[in-house]
C-alpha cells in the first residue's frame, strides 16, 4: 500500500514572503510545501544539495500562477524542470475554497507565467504519510 509522498517544505520566513507578494484570495491557505511524488511505497526523501555548513536544502523558483475560480497556485520551476515525473507541474498550493476545492485540484490548473516577477525560495526534502 502507498501511504506515504515526498516533497519539499517551505521555510516559514519563506511562506511569508510568498504570502506577501501574492495575497491568498480564498479561505483556506496551504502553501506549506511542493509535492515531488505521491503515494509512494516508503520513505524516499526527494533530490537534494547539502550546504557548506551541512543544511540540507533545495532552491525552487516561483514563475506561475494560476487560479480556476476555487483553487490557486504557484507554478515552480527546480533546477532543470518544472514537470514532474508523473506530468504534472511542480506547484504550491496557495489557496482553495474548501467546499468547492481541494487541494489535488491545484494539480490541473492552466498557469500563466510570471516573467516579470520570479520569488527564490529554500526547501527542505522531507517525506510524510498520506
Known amino acids: 500500500m502507498s501511504n506515504f509522498y ?21 479561505d483556506t491557505i496551504k502553501c506549506d510545501h511542493i509535492t515531488y511524488k505521491y503515494r509512494i511505497n516508503h520513505w524516499n526523501i526527494p533530490p537534494y544539495d547539502v550546504d557548506a555548513t551541512g543544511h540540507v536544502y533545495r532552491m525552487a523558483t516561483i514563475i506561475g500562477y494560476g487560479n480556476n475560480g476555487c483553487v490557486e497556485a504557484l507554478l515552480v520551476k527546480f533546477a532543470d524542470s518544472y514537470i514532474k515525473s508523473d506530468g504534472n507541474p511542480f506547484h504550491i498550493t496557495l489557496s482553495l475554497n474548501k467546499s468547492l476545492a481541494s487541494p489535488k ?15 527564490n525560495i529554500s526547501t527542505t526534502p522531507i517525506t510524510l504519510p498520506c
Do not use: G
Not at 6 to 26: G, M, N, Q, V
Open 6 to 26: 515526498s516533497a519539499y517544505k517551505i521555510s516559514d520566513e519563506d511562506i511569508s514572503h510568498i504570502l506577501e507578494e501574492f495575497p491568498p484570495k480564498y
Open 105 to 119: 485540484d491545484s494539480n490541473t490548473l492552466e498557469y500563466q507565467y510570471l516573467l516579470f516577477s520570479s520569488l
